[in-house]
């Protein structure tokens, strides 16, 4: 990996943030379910922090993969979650009681805040709020100074176009699309472009959706050769095509493997096909001013 290259380009993108923090905030997204957000967030997390960038990932799926990813004990009877941060009947915390500095040994520049199952709660409880959808991004602001401390803001959300989700869709500077190798994920995907453009015009946001990732790619299957042609060249998926990134991501056993070590895939296998292929990614999300 040529960390300074890497460096370089990123510092040349800074200026083009158009968010509210010095860092940028990227999330990922889509309708389909087990297509590899989470497996995403966590790896692309790992490696830009170990090239040295200041990475914060938030857990926002009420499942809590990406906590159990981290190695971070979810049933902490006082460990504060996302969920704290909506739960507007008590007092938001504060940033450092909220984030979990550097659970992972290794990397010591990648930070967490952990997912709860109470996510669901928070679905009801702001439903009927003003501003519902913006109460992540103004969290982030009211702290500014605390997390402009981070390169990147990395969010990983659930299957779905919940208010929470809005919410990190909404404080993004980029979202990315993530399917799988199947029609389904295909679908999933531009439904939620459909609805994202619905929710976002009635929040005056600028369309934020900068990326489609192919993931899960079995060389050996005809099928998924097929699907990538069809991704590449059909009048269908034409509106997908200015987002979707060159580089694909097999599938690798070495990538479950990873997680249950509750380690990122650099770590685990630096030589992996899996690792190569991220790494790839990341190269070319900074080449496209995306990271
Ligand atoms: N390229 C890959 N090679 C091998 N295993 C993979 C790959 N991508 C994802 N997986 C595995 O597939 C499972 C589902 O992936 P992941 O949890 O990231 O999906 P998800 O989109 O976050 O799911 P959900 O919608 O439920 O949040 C995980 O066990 C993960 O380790
Ligand atoms: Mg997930």
Known sequence: MHQSNRKSVRASNRESTGGFLMGKIITFGTLKGGVGKTMLCFNIGGILS????????????????????????RTQPDLLTTYDVYNLEEAQPEPDQLVIKSPID???????????IFLHKSELKIAS????????????????????????ILIDTNPSMSIVNQNAFLAS???LLVSDVSMNA?????????????ARKRLRREDNIKGFIVND?????????????YLRTSPDTEDLRPILFETV?????????????????SIYDLRSKG???????VDEMLARGVL
Request: proline share 3%.
């Open 50 to 73: 170990q090239l040295g960038y200041r990475v914060l990932v938030i857990d926002s799926d009420l499942q809590g993969n990406l906590t159990n990813n981290m190695g971070i004990d």
């Open 106 to 116: 290794r990397l010591p520049l990648l930070d967490m805040i952990a997912g709860s």
């Open 129 to 152: 709020v003003a501003g519902r959808e913006q109460i992540l991004s103004n969290y982030l602001s009211d702290h500014k100074a605390f997390f402009d401390q981070y390169d990147y």
């Open 173 to 175: 500077d980029a979202i």
């Open 186 to 198: 295909i679908e999933g995907a531009q439904l939620f472009i459909a609805l994202w453009e619905e």
């Open 217 to 229: 790619f079995d060389s050996r299957n005809k099928l998924s050769a097929d699907y990538l042609e």
């Open 249 to 265: 991501i097999p599938r690798n056993v070495r990538i479950t493997e990873s997680e249950l070590a509750a380690v990122p895939i």
């Open 275 to 281: 690792c190569d292929a991220i790494a790839s990614l």
